[in-house]
């Protein structure tokens, strides 16, 4: 019997062995050829992208919204409130028997900790800043962003106006702990009217502490106006209005009156003011109330004016009146409870404790701390002037061109314009000033006299002119001296120019398939945000004025900016000479701080 054959002996040889080669590419079948783009003849939308990634920080005096440039909104939004301030480990507030305390505090020390940054610096600790922006940047990186820390480019989005020595605490803060290469800066204002898609606007922005009016000339900042009437004006208010419905509460308040002590929870102001508070619309007539459709509150036990009844008519009519002042009774507390329902809100100043508020009443510290609603205008201090009225003043003070086009791009932004019907308030209380006063500067008893008086003349003029136009009956004297000045030729200069064809023909097809610019009237324009416009600029390869590098600024600080009167960043042209190129364009050296300079 034969044995049985090994495994060498039934394995094939290598020469019958299946190859690699059907995993090859036929030569013969056809082949995509790879296309290289040249920077030369490639097309604009690719030349002027930029492909590698950025990142977009807008920093304000409260949060910190950070995001990747090319998306639509930040990725996160950090507060630097107390309790985001914990160190690690720290529960507290949420024990069970964890309860808050409120202290007794003066108006200017009650928001402190909840701050990044103030614009008197005398108060401020600058390390502190440092610290909680290295904080924020860290959370937003490992919470958010969940990338390496390779080095990328950073657009920061900062107010116009900002020390040195603060705007050098930020930097230093940013350079020494994160891989930023460089850092672009952009001001508010400019990318709120990017982000509108204009590109010249007045940008009024309410803020925490100040109102920040700004006027934008084709992305150039004209002029700026600041007022002290601003987010922070409406809590204390708030504060005010709310102590006035706790008896305990209106006590402390006006004992610490004179002093401005401040005893309540700034988190339970904040909410309620975010949640309850609104403006109402402009008071149609003189005399009456801001707040239209006021309900009259109507009190138990207290009865409605009469006419005198006659006594024949007293008897028969006394069990209809019992049942015609009940019905009266519930009809007008259905009508109060419909028009001006009663709120519910806990309570700032007692934890545990809820007030019953009047909702027409939270429209009070709105229209006292931003319109100064029952002050006069001659008591108010230049840097406390009434949001409206600066705005008209704003608009006042620019160029007609300038005006006509910022007036009707007007764009209300900031923390505080989301409260409901407050931008339609201030548009229409600008509106009203333009139509009383005109575009005179001159105000005051005298001035308004004298519209009067030019109002009367107009106006009797008018009735004049009508009179006159009456037909009459004309003699033929007249119809013969009227036939004489018709064949007298009048002066060159009163004559009807004539109008060229080819020239009216050229400016209707300069002007075809175009819109016609809205100016000269006052239109309100809503943004995307300051943070959107950042990340639009921030996906082109365009240079910005302040382009900081690292090195640079590590080795010189603010000290190494160049000093020059022209930072807008435009090339200038170069002059021929016998070893110059025409048209070079020369590199810039070094940078600048452009707007913060």
Known sequence: MAAAPSYFDRKPPSSNRPGLSHLQQDPSSPLTPQRNFSSTFSSPSISYRNEEESFVFELGSRHLSAGIAGETRPRCTLSFGPEDSRRVGDYRRWLPEYKKVIRTQRESEWSQDYELWRMDLREVDLGLVEDKIERAVREAHIKYFLMDQKPRRLVLVLPSIMPHQLLSSVLSSIFLNFQFPSITLFSTPILHTIAAGCRSSLVVDIGWAETVLTAVYEYREVKQTRTTRATKSILLQMVRMLARQDEPAMKILAEGYYEALVQADFDVVEDVTAR??????????????????????????????????????????AENDVGTEAQNADSSQEQMDTEDPIIAIPSPFTPGKTLDVPFSYFA????????????????????????HLLMFKTLLGLPTDVRSLCMSRIIITGGGSNIPGLKTRLLDEVSALVEERGWGGVEGEAADKRRQRLKEISHNLQKREGVENWPKKESKASLEDSSRAELVPSAASLQEQIHDEITRKLERDRIKGSKPAVSAVIRGVESLGAWAGGSLLAGLKVKGVVDIERDAFLQHGLAG?????????????????????????????????GAWA
């Open 364 to 387: 009070l510290p709105v229209e006292t701390a931003l319109l100064a609603d029952g002050k006069p205008t001659r008591q108010l201090d230049d840097h406390e002037q009434a949001v």
């Open 276 to 317: 309850m508070a609104w403006c109402p619309k402009k008071k149609a007539e003189p005399g009456a109330s801001n707040i239209q459709d006021r309900p009259t509150r109507v009190r138990k036990g207290r009865k409605k004016r009469m006419e005198p009844i006659l006594e024949e008519d007293a008897v028969g009519d």
């Open 561 to 593: 900016a160049r000093k020059e009167a022209d930072s807008s960043g435009t090339q200038h042209r170069q002059s021929v000479g016998p070893n110059i190129a025409r048209g070079g364009i020369q590199e810039r050296s070094g940078w600048t701080l």
